[in-house]
């Protein structure tokens, strides 16, 4: 079985303070409403991982990016046995180079975090097992099967 494929790119800078933060959003509707994610979405058909980064990124945020910009950092597999058309694919972007001010869409409104303090236990439950290190520049690749809740991850491989 083929899963659905998309993709999340993690925008980075440095605060006027000098930490290092990364652009994430609240959820507004669709698959994941309420919780903070990275900025993404789905591929469309024949789109590669990369331009769908670039297309998403503007979408969702107003922010303008390279393709040559975006680091490909992960691939991970979500798996939802008790709600199968949830399952997917995405392909793991981190980002420090764009242009434009961050605005609010349809899908979310983005807001700088400090990534010292990342706000997981408002984000989905498998984002504090990989979010960290890929932030650190170190890559991953995973598989994270979720509960019966559709919300706790009860497997990781």
Not at 27 to 47: D, H, P, T
Not at 65 to 70: D, E, G, R
Not at 90 to 112: A, K, Q
Not at 141 to 150: E, K, N, P, Q, V
């Amino acid at each position: 079985m083929t899963l659905p494929q998309v993709c999340v790119c993690y925008l980075t800078r440095l605060s006027p303070e000098g930490d290092r933060q990364v652009l994430l959003g609240r959820k507004k509707k669709g698959l994941g409403v309420g919780n903070i994610v990275g900025v993404g979405g789905k591929l469309e058909i024949g789109e590669s991982a990369v331009d769908a980064a670039v297309r998403e990124i503007e979408e969702e945020s107003g922010l303008v990016v390279a393709a040559s910009a975006l680091t490909e950092l992960g691939f991970l597999t979500y798996l939802f046995p008790h709600r199968e058309e949830w399952s997917q694919e995405s392909t793991v972007f981190v980002c420090d180079e764009w242009s434009g001010t961050p605005r609010e869409s349809n899908e979310l409104n983005p807001v700088w975090f400090d990534i010292a303090s990342l706000p997981v236990d408002e984000m989905w439950d498998d984002a504090r097992h990989w979010l960290p290190g890929v932030l650190a520049g170190i890559p991953v690749r995973a598989t994270f099967t979720f509960g019966r809740d559709l919300e706790t991850v009860v497997s990781r491989a």
